[in-house]
């Protein structure tokens, strides 16, 4: 079995974290290769990838940036005596020094955190080195040459039993360096588990549970310990943020489970997102009750819109001109209403109003304010004969008035629109009678 795990930012912020990381490795035999992020923020320091891009900006400006390059030396000799290992940090930091100052490009100085990081967690568990630049590549419009990554990657590191990657960047074909985009260190991870063909990929961090229903408002919700990379790409569309969609794509078409771990935790299972839920799990096809606030609705009518060619085209080209995009659409006959995020709609108010008018010339337009989408999220929840009647039947009995409805055409949703000052309660109602009395 092979398993590929990675730790987060927050994990190698401190020796602390990192000797329950390593201890957690060193528990199972099966953990072949760790993908190690740059050190996060702490009480005591900037994270480290900040502090690299502080002291780019300076070097370019030609102003000092050896007390920030201090910082990072700091924070880094901390973690290296708590592991109390011998590492050539005053290589590194020299060699950091040098780059600066030849006018290595951002990318490449963003990227030595974890590089840094690499070796010395590689050093504390005694295992071999390898850069990620000798095995991730991009092409030259900065996406991932996945076949030249995967040979490369899976030749590499099938010869050696065990070994450390850092996270974040790879190589451009002209040899530079090029990260990926700020937060998406999982993507690393991700290709490595699907080129060496791993088993399991796992995701480490601090805390890792997530709920049936917002712990907000349900402080007692139930765990959930199973879901699909469908249901976690819906999550991650109501807010509740589990992994980005592309690496739940990445995975899924390679077909690798991944699991939610916490250091923290480590008795705990985690949480297991696979294609398909394992036969002994047994649940109603409702697995969670989640929802964004702050939405308001634009209804515009208009005698003829069902027959008007590009009327469709017209409005949500207005949107994109005005960079608000539009959550969710609906519409009948004379009338369309889209969704979209209040924020975003309050910047730009008076000119997107202005414009629908004189573009569209509609009958009546109005703006419904504040209002919650409520996401009911399962597998296979537009087959449950009887959902809608348990879905409204709860909400109906704490007096809520359901101001949208939209069931997703993948069967994996039922989103309802309810005010804002309606949250709680709906999500209260709809967790007790949907998610705690399960689908009968």
Known sequence: MIIVSKFGGSITANSENLIKA????KSNPDRCYVIASAPAQTLKSS?????LYMCHSS???????????????AHYSEIINGLEINFDLDAEIKALDKDLLSGKNLDFIGSRGEYIMGKIFASY???????????IFFND????NQEKTFLAANKRLKSLKHAVIPTFYGSMPNGEIKTFSRGDGDSSGAIIACAVNADLFEKWSETAKTYSADPAVIPDSEVIKNMTYSEAIELNYIGINIIIDSVLFMLRDSNIPLKICSINDPDYSGMLISANLPENISRGAAMCIAGRRNFDVIHIEKYGLNKEFGFGEKLFGLFASHHVPCEHCLSSIYKMSVVIKNLMFNLRYKEVISDIKKLINPDSITVEK??????????GMGTVYGKFEKIFA?????HINVRMIDQGSDDLNIIIGVADEDYNNAVKALYENVIIKKDE
């Open 22 to 25: 390593a201890n957690i490795i």
């Open 47 to 51: 994270g480290i990838t900040n502090l």
């Open 59 to 73: 070097c370019s400006h030609k102003e000092n940036y050896h007390e920030i390059l201090n910082q990072i030396s």
């Open 125 to 135: 568990l005694g295992w071999d080195f390898i850069d990620a630049a000798e095995i």
């Open 141 to 144: 419009d900065g996406t991932l």
């Open 370 to 379: 504040n209002l919650s989408l409520i996401a009911v999220i399962g597998q």
């Open 394 to 398: 709860a909400l109906a009995g704490a």
